[in-house]
């Protein structure tokens, strides 16, 4: 798991033709010693031309922008770059948007009337923990496997132990590696090793598929 230097910090890249919400986002972040927004860009394309000359560890795509939106510039960064995180941010709450884009590829999903605490909160959590699960992003994969005629082939029918299940359902409750460890009283190098062994078992290729698992399985359930 990564770990946010104060002397490194989380290198942030937004593409919103909003410049009003740009420049929010941006005040807002300048308050946080652990991060620092080092691009903005107007549209999806000229986000990708940034691409060419920067490596930032997130960054914050909004959906709806001119001349390249960011369900069509999501494939492409990842071309560029397939380790960065990239949290999308939208006016809506589409169900059916955020279970695709989490699908190809977006590691969080976020509304643009966020409050600025969890922005920040779901960027050090997508730097150190590859997604950030919210309520929303829950609904959605957990409507997305309802409303799908065909369940996804690769999670498979695992025996998991009541530790197991435990750890997976704190996982979907956004809890950070050492929270799981002090709730469960275990060593975060375990939790670890469990996490990797729950992907192992179900078949799961990352936390998207394990939060799919346990949403398929009925260890998360829609409030």
Do not use: W
Request: proline share 4%; net charge neutral; glycine share 4%.
């Amino acid at each position: 798991m990564k770990k946010p230097d104060p002397n490194h910090p989380i290198k942030v890249a937004i593409a919103d033709d909003h410049a009003l919400f740009r420049a929010g986002v941006k005040t807002a972040l300048s308050a946080k010693k652990d991060v620092e927004l080092i691009a903005e860009a107007d549209n999806g394309m000229q986000l990708l031309n940034l691409l060419k000359h920067i490596e930032p560890d997130v960054i914050l795509l909004d959906i709806q922008m001119p001349i390249m939106d960011g369900i069509s510039t999501l494939p492409e960064i990842r071309k560029i770059n397939p380790h960065v995180k990239v949290i999308i941010l939208s006016m809506h709450n589409d169900h059916s948007m955020i279970s695709k884009l989490m699908e190809i590829g977006a590691n969080s999903y976020l509304t643009k009337n966020s409050d600025s605490e969890t922005i920040y909160q779901a960027i050090k959590t997508c730097y150190e923990q590859e997604f950030f699960f919210n309520e929303l992003t829950n609904k959605a994969l957990l409507t997305g496997l309802r409303t799908r005629k065909n369940e996804p082939e690769h999670l498979m029918d695992a025996q998991l132990s009541e530790k197991e299940i435990r750890i997976l359902k704190l996982m979907c409750e956004e809890k950070t590696t050492k929270e799981i460890a002090d709730i469960v009283d275990i060593s975060p190098r375990t939790v670890e090793a469990i996490r990797d062994k729950l992907k192992t078992k179900t078949g799961a290729k990352s936390m998207a598929g394990l939060v799919m698992y346990a949403v398929k399985k009925g260890f998360v359930q829609e409030t």
